[in-house]
């Protein structure tokens, strides 16, 4: 149990300290909880409901409902003893993020399409430094971080939230300054950062690029060093619905991506580009701040420092914690020496070829 419940002036109130959130309850969501403190099991609960001359059928699915959306907002955890250390039933993949080797141990029924996301960073007789297992429960799926629980989430959400861990685990390292929200492609040997916020269109240009012959470094976070030199974290593109007929001439492959949903039931497709670029330190070579509008011509403007710096501080990028006046000078280190745009377009196309010129 993972919240505190009160009643106050005949109001039952749970406060979640995690989410630092309120839920209002029902008397019988009340009873509810206050048993499930107890120590009754919820088929022990269904039965004295139904003891009360409740309907049997009912009370069983009022308490199911009840737990299911507990579970879903984190207020309820499973017990320790839901692990199992047996592998029948399971399929064991290790793959390599920079930094580490994540073991990931899905459940038969639940492996694919989720593991077809990761495939390309599997590596073989290799030891994980960190195990996450998924465990099936109902209709949904509990993520375990060496033997302890983190979130539970629907079966079709496996491949974001596994990629979302995955992320923690790379930024936990603390082996680079920040992380940058931005997409990271290669020309010659140095790399091109495309930045901006949800629905600038990151991954949709940096697919077109990457079929224009930029090599592929990562989809959606770029780590940087203290040199201010970047290294992409290759995951594979995730492709949002309304990018899928924009994409159709450039990646003929996206028919059959796996799809997936995201936890607020947007649907992706990701995409694996056929070849990464390694993921060694580069030296950034262009910054590219993205905004686009309707039926607007495509304009490569020169952005000055402040403004440069402006941009990137005003949600362009995500830190792994506060930034640090060490982290600033590696901001300013690679703005000193790189160029810097900001891309207004429309057409994909249209920035697809101004970014072949801009980076020759």
Known sequence: MQGRLVRIRDQNILF???????????????????????????????????????????????????????????????????FSTSSRGHVSKVIAVPGCHVRIVYPEAHAFPAATVFRHLEVREAVGDVVLKLVERGDRVHLFRNRHWILSCFPDELAVVLKGQLLTEILERGGYELAIHAAALIRDDRILLLCGGPGAGKTTLALGLLHAGF????????????????????????????????????????????????????RVRFLVP?????????????????????????????????????????????????????????LAKLIESADVYCLTYSRLEDAVALMQKACR
Not at 234 to 263: E, M, Q
Not at 294 to 320: K, M, W, Y
């Open 16 to 82: 979640s300290p995690a989410r630092q959130a309120l839920f209002a309850l029902n008397d019988m969501g009340g009873d509810i909880w206050r048993s499930l403190e107890d120590g009754l099991s919820p088929e022990a609960i269904s039965s004295e409901i139904a003891s009360r001359g409740g309907d049997r059928a009912q009370a069983v699915e009022h308490v199911e409902a009840a737990v299911r959306q507990w579970e879903c907002q984190g207020l309820v955890r499973p017990a320790p003893t839901w």
């Open 215 to 266: 090599g592929f470094a990562g989809d959606d976070v770029t780590l940087l060093n203290s040199l201010g030199h970047g290294v992409g974290i290759p995951f594979a593109s995730a492709v949002k619905a309304g990018a899928l007929p924009i994409l159709a001439n450039y990646c003929p492959d996206l028919d059959t991506a796996p799809v997936c949903r995201r936890p607020d039931r947007r």
């Open 274 to 330: 056929k070849q990464f670029v390694s993921s060694s330190p580069r030296k950034v070579g262009w910054v590219v701040l993205l905004r686009r509008r309707v039926n607007a011509s495509a304009v490569l403007t020169p952005v000055d420092p402040v403004d440069a710096l402006r941009g990137l501080l005003n949600g362009s990028f995500a830190l792994c914690g506060e930034l640090t006046g060490t982290s600033f000078d590696v």
